[in-house]
């Protein structure tokens, strides 16, 4: 009887390197395919709520450039007013988030319009004056998004209240 590790008829022993390499690019693959893909829907999430508050300041800025509005004005002047300024600020707070160009450099053109006539510059309420400060924000760093979007959210009044989940 022979012995079994000498026995001629099985041939040499495989390496298991190629296995062991196949197995640790699978899995580092599919480390990067997780990372890409989180990063995607992340991305994605963020952008979408960007884009949701662009498009809602832009439409409100419609209503109030146009010379009466789309309501009688003593209804719907100081909400849209409201409404556009703290959708403004959201956005430009969120610029780096915004997803499409045109909605960021139309952003930047409000922003643009804002400085040059004044607009909301004589309210007195914390979310117009902050839509002011967003503008100009907008204006200087427009090349920037991310930089405009955190100049917006450092310059923000004192006087504008802190959310219940932001306090300490």
Known sequence: MEHPRLNPDDGARRSRTPMLIGAVFVLLGGIFIGALTTTVILRTTIGSAGDLKA??????????????????????????????AYSFVVS?????????????????????????TGALGDRDDAVSRWAVIAAQCLVEHEAAPKTAANCV????????????????
């Open 55 to 84: 498009r809602e300041a832009v439409r409100l800025h419609a209503l109030l450039e146009a010379p009466g509005g789309l309501a009688p004005p003593d209804a719907t002047v100081e909400r849209t007013t409201a409404g556009f």
């Open 153 to 168: 959210r450092e310059r923000m009044p004192h006087d504008v209240p802190v959310p219940e989940h932001a306090r300490g």
């Open 92 to 116: 430009a707070a969120a610029l780096d988030a915004v997803a499409s160009l045109d909605e960021r450099a139309r952003m930047v053109d409000i922003g643009r319009w804002m400085v040059t």
